[in-house]
């Protein structure tokens, strides 16, 4: 979600939209509470939602006020969000160059996505469009490697990352170090589970990932079968079977430091 980029994010999340959408997971409703409490977002909040993907959080928002901008650089996943959320001023857009005014917005939410973009260019974009008041949030969703199953499947598919950003590396947290603009208020963890067959919240799920989704067919179909191997292995459940999938969110919430 960069000014350029990343050829995973632009060609992975271009290819299969309609599949995130269809199998990523959803968050825990305590995101409601977080929002609200350590946020301080109420129905009078202007809100942005920054490389929003589908609108995947855009529910969790919505709970809570109707004054929302969706901003997402890949325009597949943009006409994806657009579809299912008519109703949210949805605009083409990146972190380093957010289409907002300065001082517009009570928070900046950032859902699955901060890892892209977490660069000092960014940080500086979003503290502009930010009131002085205002607040960063940043969400992701992970998966359970406590569970072995579900490490056995991280396991298998981290030598394909190559250079992808991801959340689990601990490089964005970098670009708040030696910087004024924010301060880290607090961390929530959560934890949920995702319920389905095998074959819709597991193997077509982390064929969603963005650098599996843009492998040659031939190469994801091989490893969805991989995938479901590995669970039958660890499981003894079939491609069809119900099973519930592990994860733990992370919420930071980051507060603009104001200078007046």
């Not at 970098?174 to 929530?188: A, C, G, H, M, P």
């Not at 799920?205 to 995938?227: C, D």
């Amino acid at each position: 979600m960069t000014h350029s980029l990343h050829p995973a994010a632009q060609k992975g999340f271009s290819q299969a939209a309609r599949l995130y959408q269809e199998v990523r997971p959803s968050y825990p409703k305590q995101v409601i509470d977080w929002l609200r409490n350590d946020l301080n977002l109420s129905q009078s909040s202007y809100v942005v939602d920054l490389g929003a993907g589908t609108g995947k959080f855009l529910p969790y928002l919505q709970a809570l006020t109707s004054h929302i901008t969706a901003v997402e650089p890949v325009a597949e996943m943009l006409a994806e969000l657009e579809k299912h959320y008519p109703g949210v001023v949805a605009l083409p857009g990146t972190a380093q160059h957010l289409p907002l005014g300065n001082e517009s917005q009570d928070a900046v939410l950032c859902a699955q996505s901060f890892h892209w973009f977490a660069d000092i260019q960014s940080l500086n974009e979003i503290y502009e469009v930010l009131k002085p008041a205002g607040y960063l949030g940043l969400v992701w969703n992970q998966r359970d490697i406590e569970v072995e199953w579900v490490r056995a499947l991280a396991e298998l598919i981290a030598p394909f990352e190559g250079t992808t950003p991801r959340y689990h590396s601990g490089h964005w947290k970098e670009v708040f170090d030696n910087q004024f603009l924010f301060q880290l208020e607090k961390v929530k963890v959560l934890s949920q589970v995702q319920k389905g067959t095998v074959e819709q919240v597991v193997s077509k799920r982390l064929l969603s990932t963005s650098f599996i989704a843009a492998m040659p067919e031939s190469q994801q179909r091989a490893l969805k079968q991989q995938f479901e191997e590995t669970v039958r292995h660890y499981t003894n459940k079939q491609p069809q079977d119900e099973i519930e999938f592990p994860y733990v969110t992370y919420a930071y919430s980051f507060k603009k430091v104001s200078y007046k």
